[in-house]
């Protein structure tokens, strides 16, 4: 079994900044692909950012330029920076990893919990 913590989330004034992370922990070989995503409410979630395991990232339109996406393959954590935070921004946040457990050679899919972010204007 394989467990996604979240943590980082909170709230923050128009302009601010978090850092949003998720550590994953259990039978684990390798980590692949990570990503976050968010849900706002009424709304469809969305993707937010994603990064390989050869370290190539992608963007939505709307975060480009604002958010950075990063791993630590040594902590099994993948990291959301978000910078000049906009009230468009609050969504409850939620990572995917892609994990191969130990003694698999394929990988899993895996959702952390969801973490809080709220920006006020």
């Known amino acids: 079994q394989v467990q996604l913590v979240e943590s980082g989330g909170g709230l923050v004034q128009a302009g601010g900044s978090l850092r949003l992370s998720c550590a994953a922990s259990g039978s684990i070989f390798r980590l692949n692909d990570m990503g976050w995503h968010r849900q706002a409410p009424g709304k469809q979630r969305e993707l937010v950012a994603g990064?390989?395991?050869?370290?190539?990232?992608n963007y939505a339109d709307s975060v480009k330029g604002r958010f950075t996406i990063s791993r630590d393959n040594a902590k099994n954590t993948v990291y959301l920076q978000m910078n000049s935070l906009k009230p468009e921004d609050t969504a409850v946040y939620y990572c995917n990893v892609q994990v191969q457990p130990t003694g698999s050679w394929y990988s899993v899919e895996y959702w952390g919990q969801g973490t809080q972010v709220t920006v006020s204007s």
């Open positions: 990064i390989a395991s050869g370290g190539y990232t």
